[in-house]
């Protein structure tokens, strides 16, 4: 054996110390993904790891020492008039984030310091009015080298990790189509995966593969049937339309995907929940008179979906709200865990629903394990055992005479971030656990493409009575809250005053430690195990509030988070987010910034230096 062998060696084994001293994944591959979370010292995936957990072992802040987190720095996003609902992803001692009009940016994770920054320049104008809810991104995907980036407008894009530069370029969808792209996108055995949003449009629900390394799309999955004259797609989609009536593809139908997605690589199985039908109404959608409409379930709007991640084949479904009318979307995070249910161990997946129920289901099978409500109920009188459909108030089927229905159309969970944590066995999750909406078909709808197409008469005064509530009792003055929720016994542990069903969310850390982002702009810190408040700072942005993340480098840990709305820009340069927006102007509105927190920090400078 050579000298020269030998020190090659020597090189290799060299760079794998430094790698495992610094905690730095090396190259982000299936493989490490399937690990991603493990470490805790970097965020890879939306969820933190494949499950969606939320979960860092990371400890150390601890409930004794977390009193002392401190702002590190901060750096400004650009105010361009939108939410930061994104989780940053840290990889390689960067941060990297996606904000108002998928302006996506590169940042030092020890100082702030921009790396780089790339602006899809996106036609705001003709965009904006295909904006359901906020010019809003809710995440990227990391995979080897590249940051894959959903742009509003319907293009997916791959960047260079180091330069920003654009790799490869794909179409998803079209915003002429009605169709806007703000989830995160998830990776599964070297493919992107992707729904694109627009179900307050009616549009047809689908989501996507592609080949992470081209682009090249692989399969797609269309979430409600077409034109029954022309061939299914797939056989699930032959199945679905027997749960239709009438001529609902001129309407689209709904079931949109656009945020809870998780992946188990062991069975190989990837989870997708579809949003509301649409329009909402069943009648304006599936129409026909009863009997004609009975057992039509309209197969696979506000679904929790399991397909194949090479083909896009169903395994199996389940769907919390069949027939839906209530803009129930089941897109809220879809979180994986491993749980022992009546002494047996059970691989789930749960979701804390807009419906106001939480839902444990067996992820190999879909079977129904478990749902209570966690918020003031009365669209349903409750699940049925065994097999979790929900027995229906009979006034809730509304016509054209409204009435008042709870949750609202907001939901009781929507796109705030939920956790899990092992150690204490709970969901952590913010909710909207007493809000009502009122519901009655517009007499006078007409679909026209290109507009909203709810089909609701708004403002429409409740003339019948309203159903019985279930779910926990009223609390004074409480309607939006953190919930602590044992997904065994279906039970809430604790509470705290702070919460709503969008924006902000939770983190759970292996410190004993809750983190939660509340919509009005502060930061706070529990006991994960009994929910004592154990530290709470404003952040003065106020609005527009992203989910925490952590991460660990140069042996710190660091808390961050985004937040801000800021306000639109009156010049173009600023509109195209080419430049932080440091102006007098911009900043009399709270501008909008990625936050990062640690211990007995002495650099509160920001981070533009
Ligand atoms: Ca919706």
């Given at each position: 054996m050579s000298v020269r062998r030998f020190a090659v060696i020597g090189v290799i084994a060299g760079g794998l110390l430094a790698c495992l001293a610094s905690a730095q994944t090396p190259v982000v591959d299936d493989a490490a993904l399937r690990h991603a979370g493990a470490g805790g010292a970097e965020w890879l995936t939306n969820g933190l790891d494949l499950a969606e957990t939320r979960y860092s072992p990371l400890k150390h802040i601890t409930t004794a020492n977390v009193d002392r987190l401190r702002l590190g720095w901060a750096y400004e996003l650009a105010s361009s008039g939108g939410g930061q609902l994104a989780t940053p992803l840290v990889w390689n001692g960067t941060i990297y984030g996606i904000t108002n009009w998928s302006v996506v940016f590169a940042v030092d994770a020890r100082t702030g310091k921009e790396r780089w920054r790339w602006d899809p320049e996106v036609n705001q104008t003709a965009v904006r009015p295909k904006v359901c809810c906020g010019v809003v991104n809710r995440g990227m995907a990391l995979y080897k080298n590249m940051i894959i980036a959903p742009i509003i407008d319907g293009r997916l894009d791959a960047l260079d990790a180091d330069t920003g530069k654009v790799v490869w370029e794909t179409r998803v969808a079209f915003p002429q189509d009605d169709y806007t792209l703000t989830m995160a996108p998830r990776i599964a055995k070297g493919k992107v995966v992707i729904g694109a949003s627009g179900g307050e449009y009616a549009v047809r629900g689908f989501f996507d593969a592609y080949d992470a390394m081209t682009g090249r799309r692989a399969w797609r999955f269309?979430?409600?049937?077409?034109?029954?004259?022309?061939?299914?797609?797939?056989?699930?989609?032959?199945?679905?339309a027997?749960?239709?009536?009438?001529?609902?593809?001129?309407r689209g139908g709904g079931a949109t995907v656009w945020d809870g997605m998780a992946y188990d690589p062991e069975l190989d199985l990837i989870y997708v929940g579809t949003g509301n039908g649409a329009p909402w109404p069943q009648s304006l959608r599936s129409p026909g008179a009863k009997p004609e409409r009975e057992n039509k379930d309209n197969l696979y709007v506000c679904s929790i979906l399991a397909v194949r991640p090479d083909t896009g084949a169903m395994v199996w479904y389940f769907q919390p709200v069949p027939g839906d009318s209530w803009d129930f979307d089941s897109t809220q995070q879809l979180t994986l865990a491993n749980l022992t249910i009546n002494g047996k161990p059970r691989k789930v997946i749960m979701q804390a629903s807009k419906n106001g129920f939480f839902y444990v289901l067996d992820r190999l099978t879909g079977a129904f394990i478990s749902g209570q409500p966690f918020a003031r109920v009365t669209w349903a009188k409750g699940l049925e055992p065994g097999t979790g459909r929900p027995i229906v108030n009979p006034e809730a089927e509304y016509g054209r005479d409204a009435v008042e229905l709870f949750p609202n159309q907001v939901g009781a969970h929507a796109s705030s971030t939920m956790s899990f944590n092992p150690n204490t066995g709970l969901v952590y999750f913010t909710a909207t656990i007493d809000g009502g909406s009122n519901y009655a078909v517009n007499p006078d709808f007409t679909y026209q493409p290109g507009r909203h197409n709810e089909g609701l008469a708004r403002g429409a005064t409740p003339t019948r009575p309203r159903p019985p509530a279930i779910g926990p009792p009223a609390v004074d003055g409480q309607r939006t809250v953190l919930l602590a929720w044992d997904p065994v016994t279906q039970t809430e542990r604790w509470r705290a005053p702070a919460g709503g069903a969008r924006f902000g969310?939770?983190?759970?850390?292996?410190?004993?430690?809750?983190?939660?982002v509340v919509p009005d702009g502060r930061f706070i810190a529990y006991d994960a195990g009994n929910g004592k408040k154990l530290f709470e700072l404003q952040t003065e942005t106020h609005t527009g509030m992203g989910p925490p993340i952590t991460y660990l480098v140069d042996g710190k840990q660091y808390v961050a988070f985004m937040g801000g709305v800021g306000q639109p820009p009156t010049s173009t340069a600023a509109g195209r987010g080419s430049s932080p927006a440091t102006s007098p102007s911009s900043t009399a509105v709270s501008s909008p910034k990625l936050f990062s927190f640690v211990l007995d920090s002495n650099n509160a400078s920001g981070g533009r230096e």
């Open positions: 269309y979430t409600v049937p077409g034109d029954p004259g022309k061939p299914f797609e797939n056989p699930a989609l032959k199945k679905a027997a749960t239709w009536s009438g001529d609902w593809w001129k969310g939770t983190l759970t850390t292996a410190g004993n430690l809750v983190f939660q």
